[in-house]
């Protein structure tokens, strides 16, 4: 949605605040912008307050927005980014899960299973970030301004019995998995299991009837939507991150002035540093608040945590290797194979070149 949008005379220079010296060069405009789940972290904590809090008084109250999360506007995850196309909005909040029908290559950096801690997480997304940018400007005439993550994705089973201590990868063989993106599909097909596409506010239902045996989520996510009241234990491999973005409608952002651009992608710059230490941290507390605790949150879940032992890291290696990765580049092609080799391939030492 194209807006009109005035640039203020440098009349203006002595009614600008202390926060933007050099507002007199900031185009006022103000944003309609989708985020992502109102209840979870990432939106409370620093989506809504970085277009309602930090841009307005970055650029002395002249951009301002008005932004509300999936949840509230009642729009699935998949959907934002044809709607940020067409300009039923100026910017969202995405998953490129969510974003990879149009474009495979988003799929590249969340394939399931290929990275285990967050700093190597974060040398992938700093080597994708130009396919990324590229891929989002292409497919959905959208221009990048930041990329962040949630809590690490893990699994989360009902077994029914919380007498039970030991779990391996093995032991999932014919369950039925909640999964959001085909990567994590290919994992779950890799295990020998059923993956079954559920809403994310739709899954503790699913669990409660037997839909499904497990789902996928992130850490602290599984807590916040009460999932320890339906499954019984969490077994602690990283499948993905949610790797999520920024973007902006690309004919609203050629509107802005260099300086209106260069200081939202300061402050957007600022906004991601924040969002990735912050959920180094929260990842660890998501997984005590939903076992024995502690947990600042509320009542600790009280689920099992089940630690992958050498056999199911080796397994989750190979399903990567073997499944995940030769799937997804089957999908995307092979100039995308090599692109996601000479970036992604690069930092965690694998090819989906054959």
Known sequence: MRKTMTLLAAMAVGTMTAAAPAAADIQKYNFEVVGTWGFLENYKMFESKFWQE???KASGGKLTANAKPYTELGIKGYEVMSG???????AVHALTSYSAKASPALEGIDLAGVIQDFPTYKKAVDAYRPI????????YNAKLINVYTFPSQQLWCNLGDKSIKKVALTDLAGKKIRTYSRTLGDFIEGLNASAVTIAFAEVVPALQKGVADCGITGTMPAYNAKWWQVVTHNIRIRVGYAATFTAINMDVWNDFNKDTQNLILAE???LEDEIWAFESSLDQKGMDCNASGPCDKGTPGGMVPITPSAADQKMLKDIAENVVIKRWAKRC?????????ATVGKVVGMSAVD
């Open 132 to 139: 990324i940018a590229r891929e989002l400007a292409e497919k």
């Open 268 to 270: 957007a710059k600022k």
């Open 54 to 56: 930090r841009l307005p």
């Open 333 to 341: 092609g092979k100039e995308c194979a090599a692109e996601w080799t």
């Open 84 to 90: 940020l196309k067409k300009g039923a909005y100026d």
